[in-house]
């Protein structure tokens, strides 16, 4: 029987808080406080693609399965998180009315698929940078370019839907961590290779954004930020 290490319960640990944050009282309760600003960073769909990633990252250290299993199981954290603070906060009937009339099931779906895949590109950016630079910095520059692309973008394609006066500080925030994380790649890999990773990560981030638009737009999901 394997035991856990004391590293990856912290991982663990760390991961869970985060998710219950982010997915839970930034959702639910920050608002409430008057926080609005703070709510619309910490309880964004891109801040759920930041978490994920950085988990996957620090747990899996190059392993792709390891990383799928802890991006998806973050996922589920956080959607878990997000009706049980819910029920928590205004009842049990608020929280099944919740799921059952916001499309629970699609985004329940969501939040795994997508954390899985993100855990993949954590998995990728916990390569080793001298034996695999490129693979590196794919998986540091693909989310970046999804969160510091894919915000701006919700903005201007869903302003009237979503407010733009009052994202506009979330959109820089994530920008800014955008453009960190490809600094990041840089740094640890080198131009040359950040730069291809770059390229091949552009593919993924549309890819990811194009499929999270649809969904959005088509109502399988709940248009949001």
């Keep these: 029987m394997r035991i856990v290490s004391r590293r990856e319960g912290v991982v663990a640990a760390l991961g869970l808080a985060g998710a219950a944050l982010c997915g839970g009282v930034a959702q639910t309760f920050l608002w409430r406080w008057g926080a609005d600003s703070l709510a619309a960073v910490l309880g964004s769909q891109f801040t759920w693609v930041l978490l994920t990633f950085a988990v996957s990252w620090a747990a899996a250290r190059g392993r792709v399965g390891t990383g799928v299993a802890a991006g998806a199981l973050t996922g589920l954290a956080l959607i878990v998180s997000y009706y049980a603070t819910q029920w928590l906060a205004d009842g049990r009937h608020a929280a099944l009315s919740q799921f059952t009339g916001t499309g629970g099931t699609a985004w329940t779906l969501a939040a ?24 590196k910095a794919l998986g540091i ?31 820089v925030v994530f920008v800014a961590a955008g453009a960190a994380l490809l600094l990041a790649a840089v740094r640890s890999c080198g131009l040359g290779p950040s730069l291809q990773g770059l390229v091949v990560s552009l593919g993924f981030a549309a890819a990811a954004l194009g499929a999270l638009m649809f969904l959005q737009t088509q109502g399988w999901l709940y248009l949001t930020f």
């Design 112 to 135: 795994v698929g997508g954390g899985a895949a993100m855990g993949v590109f954590g998995a990728l950016a916990g390569r080793d940078a001298d034996q695999s630079p490129r693979l």
């Design 141 to 171: 520059s693909t989310p970046a370019v999804i969160v510091g692309a894919g915000a701006p973008l919700w903005l201007l394609y869903f302003e009237g839907s979503l407010g733009a006066a009052r994202l506009l500080p979330a959109v």
